[in-house]
């Protein structure tokens, strides 16, 4: 807990750098930019709040490593939580309120505690994942109390690098410390942010999301039983290997494809179901090929490609953890690509049929492979139809991919990232 004139005095002195330095591990521009940052969310604290007691929080965004749409299906994921997080200046309250201000915004999202009931009016709306957040510690046993809290968010909201679950494991690490002495483990906040989001959010995801922003670093996650998954860190450095990271938003719009998302799960759950299976995960390669003059007449042929891509790509983490630990960069992005295709041609989530003149995940990796000749690799991030591409490119070739990118889908879409290797965590 800082006092409002100490917590200044470090922004001002510049003394929060061992601190800074557990999260952003050593990248200075990070931390540069986390004092800028950290200033202006206490300007802004001070003009909504009266409390002289502060603290500190930061729950990171994530990216998708390998595993795309295999997590709900209880398959296996690589993933890692990034240096864009969501930096927060937290106050107790004591009237049961929870006000959250982003960006400096006046029009801040705000509950009642007294007040967990579902409401379908909220789906989609981050009242929706503080209220799910607190039912769903209350429903483990935990305590849960009023807080105000101020944030800066370099998490970009319909990104890919998951937003909504960053917020979901912030509000949860902020009642774990707060009211609950740091008890709660971050997987358990990871699960209580996926009851979250499928529950009073309405959006039916896994839980990689929520791991990838609790966790912290590159970690394996088995998720063969989803309420006790089997989670491995992974140690790697891409740019060791002489390969950057690299996102691009290609600036498409999440806000209506929540049902095209959902597809996959029901797609994948109705091959499982014609097994009499729960998920795809229980069933093999060669028992859905047999059986596909049969599956297509009854459920159609997009759910079987759907199921294909699931069996493939469960092996192929497996494989890209094993080429990381082996330090096969090459092996890795073979596999990397191959999941790239398979996304686009089975799991088809590439571009949403609803909106064919915006085609920008498409056209990302298009131009991307053009630009790669074979050295690097390329996939669609996260849940895909719309949002960012994941790339692999060389390091000396960053500053001229970056501004290829930029020059198509606008300043700043392609953004290099760092591995994170903190916990959603009180700085």
């Excluded at 929080?57 to 690589?78: I, P, W």
């Excluded at 358990?188 to 995801?205: D, Q």
């Excluded at 998720?223 to 089997?230: A, V």
């Excluded at 094993?322 to 191959?338: F, G, H, P, Q, V």
Aim: charged share 25%; with cysteine.
């Amino acid at each position: 807990m800082y006092k409002i004139s100490e917590l200044k005095e470090l922004l001002k002195n510049k003394k929060l750098d061992d601190r800074f330095d557990k999260i952003y591990g050593g990248d200075k521009n990070s931390i540069e930019e986390a004092y800028l940052r950290l200033s202006s969310v206490l300007e802004h604290f001070q003009k909504i709040e009266k409390s002289d007691n502060v603290r500190i929080f930061s729950a990171s965004g994530r990216t998708e490593l390998s595993g795309n749409h295999t997590d709900h299906n209880n398959g296996c994921v690589l993933t890692a939580s990034i240096n864009l997080d969501k930096l927060a200046l937290v106050s107790k309250r004591e009237d049961n309120k929870i006000i959250v201000y982003t960006d400096g915004a006046n029009n801040p999202d705000s509950i009642d505690i007294n007040n967990l009931d579902i409401d379908k009016k909220e789906f989609g709306k981050s009242t929706a994942l503080i209220r799910g957040v607190c039912a769903g510690l209350k429903n483990s046993g935990y305590k849960i109390g009023g807080f105000t809290a101020s944030l800066n968010n370099k998490v970009l909201m319909g990104s890919g690098l998951s937003s909504s679950a960053s917020f979901e494991s912030l509000i949860g690490e902020i009642l774990n410390a707060l009211y609950n002495d740091d008890k709660i483990e971050k997987t358990e906040i990871a699960l209580i942010g996926e009851f979250a989001e499928n529950i009073y959010f309405g959006k039916p995801c896994g839980l990689m999301d929520q791991m990838g922003c609790s966790v912290g670093g590159i970690i394996s996650i088995d998720f063969k039983n989803p309420k006790s998954p089997q989670i491995e860190k992974v140690e790697y450095d891409f740019e060791k290997s002489g390969y950057a990271l690299m996102i691009v938003d290609a600036k498409g719009d999440h806000s209506s494809l929540t049902g095209e998302y959902a597809a996959i799960r029901e797609e994948m759950n109705s091959i499982a179901k014609y097994f009499s299976k729960e998920v795809c995960r229980d069933i093999t390669k060669e028992e859905l090929i047999s059986n596909a003059s049969k599956i297509r007449e009854k459920i159609g042929d997009r759910a079987i490609m759907r199921a294909f891509h699931f069996i493939a790509e469960n092996e192929r983490v497996i494989n890209q953890i094993n080429a990381l630990r082996n330090n096969d960069i090459k092996e890795y992005l073979n596999l990397m690509n191959e999941s790239g295709l398979s996304s686009f041609m089975y799991l088809q989530n590439c571009f949403s049929i609803t909106t064919l003149k915006n085609m920008g995940v498409a056209l990302a990796l298009m131009i991307t492979k053009d630009f790669l000749h074979g050295d690097g690799a390329c996939r669609v991030h996260g849940g895909g139809f719309a949002g960012t591409i994941q790339a692999l490119i060389p390091l000396n070739r960053v500053e001229e991919y970056t501004k290829l990118m930029d020059s198509i889908f606008g300043d700043k879409s392609a953004i290099k990232i760092k591995i994170r290797q903190s916990p959603v965590c009180e700085v």
